[in-house]
Nanobody, 126 residues
Framework: QVQLVESGGGLVQAGGSLRLSCAAS????????MGWFRQAPGKEREFVSA????????YYGDSVKGRFTISRGNAKNTVSLQMSSLKPEDTAVYYC???????????????????WGQGTQVTVSS
């Protein structure tokens, strides 16, 4: 069974930084596009960032562009999300997601991801 385990969430003040990590197991990681989504209370789960399985392309939601950076380490089956200049509106549960060979045209589409982690809470105080 595929497992995705997120870590690194927590409480941070506005303007601060956090680094989320997702460890994947029981899948051929190098052929999986990896994504981060988030869900705030009362809102739908939204796309945050993704990195193509080839590792060559990264994508960001408009609200996080220029502040968040996604990276992957195929040797350790991990994907990370470096979050900087955090704002209170970034407060949400952040989920790691995986999809095999997911292409660029649907890389931001939540329903195209096959596997999900349990989520990690990020709270940004004002």
């Amino acid at each position: 069974q595929v497992q995705l385990v997120e870590s690194g969430g927590g409480l941070v003040q506005a303007g601060g930084s956090l680094r989320l990590s997702c460890a994947a197991s029981r899948l051929p990681f190098s052929v999986y596009t990896m994504g981060w989504f988030r869900q705030a209370p009362g809102k739908e789960r939204e796309f945050v960032s993704a990195i193509h399985w080839s590792g060559g392309s990264t994508y960001y939601g408009d609200s996080v562009k220029g502040r968040f950076t996604i990276s992957r380490g195929n040797a350790k089956n991990t994907v990370s999300l470096q979050m900087s200049s955090l704002k209170p509106e970034d407060t949400a549960v952040y989920y790691c997601a995986a999809a095999p060979f997911l292409g660029t045209t649907t890389i931001t589409t939540r329903d195209k991801y096959d596997y999900w982690g349990q989520g990690t809470q990020v709270t940004v105080s004002s």
